[in-house]
């Protein structure tokens, strides 16, 4: 079965910076579109950036122009480099295939911690 292990995560300061990085165990190429959600404490997941096999990217709103989505298939490994960091992006974030309707495909990780607090 697949694994995904999420990384990079820690508390920042309002405008710090932080990369993620998600391993997989399997062929990430083989799963197409892979994303990065969000779950803050008392809310659903939530689809931040997904990246196709292509290697397009699409960002939600409120992150567009600060998080970054990049992919290595050698590498089986996803990353999310998020700069200039709200209060408001505090959550944990997990990595996942993305179906076509934006959905998960796979189980989630364990996810990683990310607190924006002074």
């Known amino acids: 079965q697949v694994q995904l292990v999420e990384s990079g995560g820690g508390l920042v300061q309002p405008g710090g910076s932080l990369t993620l990085s998600c391993a997989a165990s399997g062929s990430i190429f083989s799963f197409g579109t892979m994303g990065w959600y969000r779950q803050a404490p008392g809310k659903q997941h939530e689809l931040v950036a997904l990246?196709?096999?292509?290697?397009?990217?699409h960002y939600i709103e409120s992150v567009n122009g600060r998080f970054t989505i990049s992919r290595d298939n050698r590498k089986n490994a996803v990353y999310l480099q998020m700069l200039s960091l709200k209060p408001e992006d505090s959550a944990v974030y997990y990595c996942?295939?993305?179906?076509?309707?934006?959905?998960?495909?796979?189980?989630w990780g364990q996810g990683t911690q990310v607190t924006v607090s002074s």
């Open positions: 990246i196709t096999s292509s290697s397009s990217t």
């Open positions: 996942n295939a993305v179906t076509s309707s934006l959905t998960p495909s796979l189980p």
